[in-house]
């Protein structure tokens, strides 16, 4: 069997070069653990022909505390139903360690506008200034930067397992 995965892959390789390859500036292959107890998914029936994806790199040793701050931020969007919806995940294996990624879907271009209630006003509804404030506090030292971007699906491209 192996070695006939070796052909398959083989034949998938050169059908690539031949036909995507000569459009591709580089590649890089990342792998990702997704985070069901850090992630507040939307809906399945939400529109999300848009993705704001946020990577945040961290120190080596902001892990725990990147972690802490996530799960009180999280926490809060729940307890005060703030209207956002993510999804994370953590790189397995591929790039910059450790980095974790948040995915927005979006809409459309005007669901970038922030909520009428800031970030930051969620926050100390949840737990007041002092203790929002040491939540910020922890993300700063814990992350080494931040990279975003923007995504469009494209359904077309896309496989969606039904829900039973």
């Known amino acids: ?3 006939l995965l070796g052909k398959v892959e083989e034949a998938d390789m050169a ?4 036909t995507g390859g000569p459009y591709v500036e580089s590649m890089n292959a990342g792998y990702y653990l997704y985070q069901p107890d850090l992630s507040r998914s939307a809906p399945r029936d939400l ?14 040793d902001g892990v725990a505390d990147f972690l802490q701050a996530t799960r009180k931020i999280h926490d809060a ?3 005060t139903d703030w209207p956002a919806y993510y999804d994370v995940y953590l790189l397995f294996n591929g790039g910059e360690h450790p980095t974790y990624v948040f995915m927005f879907p979006r809409k459309n271009w005007a669901d970038f506008e922030p909520p009428e209630v800031s970030f930051m006003a969620m926050l100390e509804k949840a737990y007041g200034r002092e203790e929002a404030t040491s939540v910020m506090n922890l993300i700063g030292k814990s992350v080494h930067c931040v990279h975003s971007e923007i995504a469009a699906s494209r359904p077309d491209m896309s496989y969606v397992p039904e829900t039973k």
Request: charged fraction near 25%.
């Open 47 to 60: 529109p999300r022909p848009l993705i704001e994806v946020m990577r945040y790199h961290l120190k080596m």
């Open 15 to 18: 059908d690539y070069y031949a």
């Open 1 to 3: 069997i192996a070695h």
């Open 77 to 79: 969007i729940q307890k």
